[in-house]
């Protein structure tokens, strides 16, 4: 059974973009059953070109990468998520919905790229996107299907202060 998760920003242009680009992009490699999304609290309709450069740059698939209301996965028909992450601290803040499931939750902070001077935010990016990576790799190795939530919930909140 796909292990689904989560991963939250407030605009889903930058940060979590990445997390679900990196989740992805391992899942693939390793051959492991498991798919990532993205979505937003307030979603900008856009990915900004720095995250798509870098992306690209570490030869990571962004073809599908969309910005999305983190709504669409509370509703009835949506996959099932295992677990829920916060990348950014205002996304964490703010109310979520009702996670069909009752999804592992946990909160990693990282500070946005995309506030820094233009000149700065192809190597900002690129830094939070092999910190992002070196999360997601470790996340997609956790033996999901055999850990309950009990069981789960400190692992990630772990990989998550790493």
Avoid at 15 to 21: G, I, Y
Avoid at 60 to 76: I, P, R, T
């Amino acid at each position: 059974m796909t292990t689904h998760i989560l991963v939250l920003c407030t605009h889903n242009s930058a940060r979590s973009v990445l997390a679900e680009a990196m989740f992805n992009h391992w899942a693939r490699k390793l051959g492991i059953d498991a798919k990532a999304f993205s979505a937003g609290a307030a979603p900008s309709g856009r990915i900004h070109p720095q995250a798509i450069a870098a992306l690209n740059a570490a030869g990571v698939e962004v073809s599908g990468l969309a910005s999305k209301s983190m709504d669409m996965f509370a509703k009835a028909g949506a996959p099932e998520m295992g677990v829920v992450i916060t990348v950014c601290d205002s996304a964490a803040a703010q109310p979520c919905p009702v996670w069909p499931g009752a999804p592992v939750r946990a909160h990693w902070s990282y500070p946005d790229p995309s506030v820094a001077l233009e000149q700065e935010q192809a190597q900002r990016f690129e830094l939070t996107r092999q910190a992002i990576a070196y999360r997601m790799l470790q996340l997609v190795q956790l033996p999901f299907a055999e850990l309950d939530n009990k069981a789960l919930q400190p692992l990630v909140q772990r990989i998550g202060e790493s």
